[in-house]
């Protein structure tokens, strides 16, 4: 497993967790009210969706690396 994969696999994980956090945080406010859960719902899914981008741009930017390292 290279870096670069082991790398793009985090961020999806890690994108992942976030989104499920934020989808919990959610479920929370709507529950019990309140903005702090809301707030922390609009931070953990904008997370998300950065680590998303991020991912992509960084794909995008070392797809390269995957064929030379093969040869």
Same mark, same amino acid.
Not at 40 to 43: F, N, P, T
Not at 50 to 53: G, L
């Given at each position: 497993m290279s870096l670069r994969?082991?790398?793009i696999l985090f961020i999806a994980v890690? +994108? @992942?967790f976030a989104a499920g956090?934020? =989808?919990w945080? #959610?479920?929370k406010y709507l529950r019990e009210g309140g903005y702090l859960w809301l707030l922390?719902? +609009? @931070?953990s899914?904008?997370?998300a969706a =950065?680590?998303? #981008?991020y991912g992509v741009r960084f794909y995008r930017k070392t797809r390269h690396l995957g064929q030379a390292g093969a040869r």
């Open positions: 994969f082991f790398h890690s +994108a @992942l956090f934020g =989808a945080l #959610v479920e922390a719902a +609009a @931070l899914l904008c997370s =950065a680590m998303v #981008v």
